[in-house]
């Protein structure tokens, strides 16, 4: 089974600049994140999603960072624009219904995001 | 306060030794706790989980639970330089809320 599909891998943007960051979580689950990863603040959740609803954003850093779920198997983190404090790791995970708090993330490669 | 700490090491011990990971957190209604493994540039990968107080095991590893005291830990006995890797403390810290919050990770390096 393919697991949580992130593109891109790697991105180089300069400040201003629109990116966009994709997933496709595993099959199934009902459960989508988005956390954010750097060596000062570790791994921070932004957003996660049910069924596509969007159900806790508190972690959004502001205006410039929107997420989207369109559908059941594809997301986007969208940053506009673009800020060199942006630069992190980008993870995205997926998680199956079950019991409150399984807790079992499945987490995507990762997209690390350079701002220049 | 971080809501979930860990000591960011790195914790060196020699091969076949018994490595010791702690992490605190500071919500007292946390039900659910867990260890993720991080590969250096690669993704978190859960490794143990534990939701009531005492121990759990599963093979090398054991998971160590104290909620009045609100601190987990993972043991890893035989430890082998393939467990050179970050740890990560997960707590699910609100009930029906189900994502969870991470400690910002403990490295260890296993030395051969």
């Known amino acids: 089974d393919a697991g949580v599909i992130q593109s891109p891998r790697h991105e180089v943007t300069e400040m201003g600049q629109e990116v966009t960051l994709r997933c496709k979580p595993i099959?199934?689950?009902?459960?989508l994140f988005w956390y954010r990863q750097t060596m000062m603040r570790g791994l921070e959740l932004l957003i996660y999603?049910?069924?596509?609803?969007?159900?806790?954003d508190s972690g959004m850093p502001e205006d410039r960072f929107s997420a989207k779920m369109p559908n059941a198997s594809f997301s986007t983190l969208k940053i506009q624009p673009s800020e060199p404090r942006d630069s992190a790791v980008y993870f995205c995970?997926?998680?199956?219904?079950?019991?409150?708090?399984?807790?079992?993330?499945?987490f995507g490669e990762g997209s690390r995001l350079t701002v220049l | 306060q971080k809501e979930v700490e860990q000591n960011s090491g790195p914790l060196s011990v020699p091969e076949g030794a018994i490595a010791s990971l702690n992490c605190t957190y500071s919500?007292?209604?946390?039900?659910?706790f867990f260890w993720y493994r991080q590969y250096s540039g690669k993704s978190p990968e859960l490794i143990m989980s534990?939701?009531?107080?005492g121990d759990k095991e599963d093979g090398r590893f054991t998971a160590q639970l104290n909620k009045a005291s609100q601190y987990v830990s993972l043991l890893i006995r035989d430890s082998q330089p393939s467990d050179s890797a970050t740890y990560l403390c997960?707590?699910?810290?609100?009930?029906?809320?189900?994502?969870?919050?991470f400690g910002s990770g403990t490295r260890l390096q296993v030395q051969p």
């Open positions: 997960a707590v699910g810290t609100r009930t029906g809320r189900r994502a969870l919050t």
């Open positions: 995970a997926s998680s199956p219904r079950g019991g409150a708090g399984t807790g079992e993330l499945f």
């Open positions: 999603f049910n069924n596509n609803v969007p159900i806790d």
């Open positions: 099959s199934g689950h009902d459960y």
């Open positions: 919500d007292r209604g946390s039900q659910s």
């Open positions: 534990i939701y009531s107080n």
